[in-house]
């Protein structure tokens, strides 16, 4: 069982395994709310039914936390940014499912008692009690605390690397207090160059309410020759804001657990749930699913920001790439009408509502008709971010051709759009 495990705590004769971090407890909001969902869960364990709300409100916090944080040290977003804060709430929605995997284990083997035999309600209520109470309050107070440290430190590095050219060193760099670890307070001030390899193994957090940061140095050379050898726990023995991590990859939720099932289980969440909202301009916002694609994301963004431009007011959200198979999480975030005509597709995005394929086009004709031929395989609306250097007329002329090839037996609108506007294209159904 997960729960006999014992996470999170540590040995330290400074402050006797418990770190004080600068972080309030758990908000009084969320607390309100974990109460009737935990008794929803131990109901639905007893039912042996699944059940995700405690999924969802800890996932919202801890993404909540992790963007709240980041914006405390760049509060300006731009590109980079949000690759970051994607790739980091992927992994806070990740790791949400994987607690919540293991809690429900935890419930179903309580539902036996050491003899084996059937537990009564009142008896397993008991037994839930204990075990939701250790994953909900007692160690999600240390994840709600590394949250915080790991956006910050995670926001740092992109500035660091921004950066890097004109400020090449950074400096490791304690609270200072008495209860820093000594571990940690043999690492204070070392100061090495951003691309220094002592950075893929020793950036903070360097364990459990780390409370460590990272700081870029004026200097203009290392200013410690050698490295003390500090018992880092191997988990942490890593720099997760290179790799977008909130939390360590080998962390105990994920042991036994098939990367399927936590996608699955982020996927059946109710879309209202789970679309977290990005500031992608001073004034522009889109919201995105945390099972958007990684690879795609820097280029839907910028095609978004674009759109945002030509029409402020529009609602756009960057939908999730799902399993063909997951049927009922295809209807709820595509609706029955599009899933009718188009069944194992996974278009980009929902524009005002209507969903739809992004295209990021190349400034040559062959690059405008294939966006039109790969657009067309994946929604009946299809938005083709035209490259500035090329005219939307020419573009047009390029993506009419191709439509002119069309033969499938339902409607298709193309739009070509570049920042200065927008150029519409509508083929009717075949007869």
Not at 284 to 307: F, M, Y
Not at 373 to 393: C, S, T, W, Y
């Amino acid at each position: 069982m997960v729960a006999s495990r014992k996470l999170y705590e540590h040995t330290c004769p400074n402050c006797a395994g418990k770190h004080p971090v600068a972080e309030a407890s758990l908000p009084p909001e969320f607390m309100k709310q974990l109460s009737p969902e935990t008794a929803k869960l131990i109901q639905a364990a007893f039912d042996k039914k699944e059940y995700s709300g405690i999924l969802s409100i800890i996932g919202q916090l801890l993404t909540n936390q992790v963007h709240d944080n980041y914006a405390t040290i760049k509060p300006d977003w731009k590109t980079p940014d949000v690759d970051m804060l994607h790739r980091l709430t992927s992994d806070v929605w990740s790791f949400s499912a994987a607690k919540n995997w293991q809690q429900m284990r935890d419930l179903t083997l309580a539902l036996k008692d050491e003899n084996g035999n059937l537990r009564e309600f009142s008896a397993f209520k008991e037994a839930a009690q204990s075990i939701c109470s250790k994953y909900n309050e007692n160690w999600l107070q240390t994840e709600y605390n590394m949250s915080v440290a790991s956006s910050q430190n995670a926001a740092r590095w992109v500035q660091f690397k921004a950066d890097e050219q004109t400020i090449p060193f950074l400096k490791y760099q304690t609270v200072g207090d008495a209860h820093v670890r000594v571990t940690h307070a043999a690492l204070d001030g070392i100061t090495r160059k951003v691309s220094d390899s002592f950075w893929n193994t020793h950036y903070p957090p360097n364990g459990w309410n780390c409370r460590c940061e990272v700081i870029q140095s004026p200097g203009t050379k290392t200013g410690t020759s050698t490295i003390p050898n500090v018992p880092i726990p191997e988990i942490f023995r890593t720099n997760l804001a290179q790799t977008g991590l909130i939390f360590p990859k080998n962390h105990p939720y994920y042991i036994d657990i098939p990367r399927a099932e936590i996608r699955k289980s982020i996927a059946y969440l109710p879309p209202k749930n789970t679309f977290v909202t990005y500031q992608i301009g001073k004034k522009a916002q889109i919201d995105i699913h945390p099972l958007h694609g990684d690879k795609e994301l820097s280029g839907n963004v910028d095609a978004c920001r674009v759109l945002k431009q030509l029409d402020a007011k529009a609602k756009i959200k960057l939908m999730p790439i799902l399993n063909e198979h997951d049927k009922a999480a295809k209807k709820a975030f595509y609706g029955e009408k599009y899933l009718k005509t188009n069944p194992t597709t996974c278009p980009d995005l929902s524009y005002n509502g209507i969903i739809a394929e992004i295209e990021t086009a190349e400034n040559t004709a062959s690059s405008i008709k294939n966006r039109v031929r790969d657009g067309k395989n994946q929604a009946d609306f299809v938005l083709i971010h035209v490259p500035e250097a090329m005219k939307l007329e020419d573009a047009f002329r390029h993506a009419n051709g191709q439509m002119k090839h069309y033969k499938d037996k339902r409607d298709l609108t193309v739009w070509l759009f570049n920042s200065k506007g927008k150029i519409e294209l509508i083929t009717k159904k075949m007869r």
